[in-house]
Nanobody
C-alpha cells in the first residue's frame, strides 16, 4: 500500500488549498481513509475521515465548515479541500488508511487504528 500526498504550500489567512493523496495497493473491504495533521511541537491529530461502513464523513470540530474530504469515483484519490485557512491550521498533513471493522464507531478513530501513512505535505498559513 502506498499513499503519496501533494498540494501543500504557503497561503495567507483566509486562503484555500486542496491536498491530494494518491492511493495504490489498497484492497481492504472494510476500511477507513483519513487526513491527520501534526503542528510543530504538537501531537498528531485527526482532521477529516471516512469509514467504508458509514455513509458520512467526519471532521474535527475546529475545521467543520472549512475542510472537506472527498474521493474520486475509482477510489484511488483522496482530497482535502481547505478554505478559510487560519494560522492554527499550519501543520504537516498526512494521508492515512487502514482496515477498520464495521462494528467500530467511525467517530472513535485514532491514529493507532491506521496502518499506512504517507510522508506528509506541509501547509503554512500566515497571518
Amino acid at each position: 500500500v502506498q499513499l503519496v500526498e501533494s498540494g501543500g504550500g504557503s497561503v495567507q489567512a483566509g486562503g484555500s488549498l486542496r491536498l491530494s493523496c494518491a492511493l495504490s495497493g489498497f484492497t481492504f473491504d472494510d476500511y477507513v481513509v483519513a487526513w491527520f495533521r501534526q503542528a510543530p511541537g504538537k501531537g498528531r491529530e485527526r482532521v477529516s475521515w471516512r469509514c467504508s461502513s458509514e455513509d458520512e464523513t467526519f471532521n474535527r470540530e475546529s475545521v467543520k465548515g472549512r475542510f472537506t474530504i472527498s474521493f474520486d469515483s475509482a477510489g484511488s484519490m483522496v482530497y482535502l479541500q481547505m478554505v478559510d485557512l487560519k494560522p492554527e491550521d499550519t501543520a504537516d498533513y498526512y494521508c492515512t488508511a487502514g482496515s477498520y471493522p464495521t462494528w467500530a464507531l467511525c467517530d472513535s478513530l485514532n491514529e493507532d487504528d491506521l496502518d499506512y501513512w504517507g510522508k506528509g505535505t506541509l501547509v503554512t498559513v500566515s497571518s
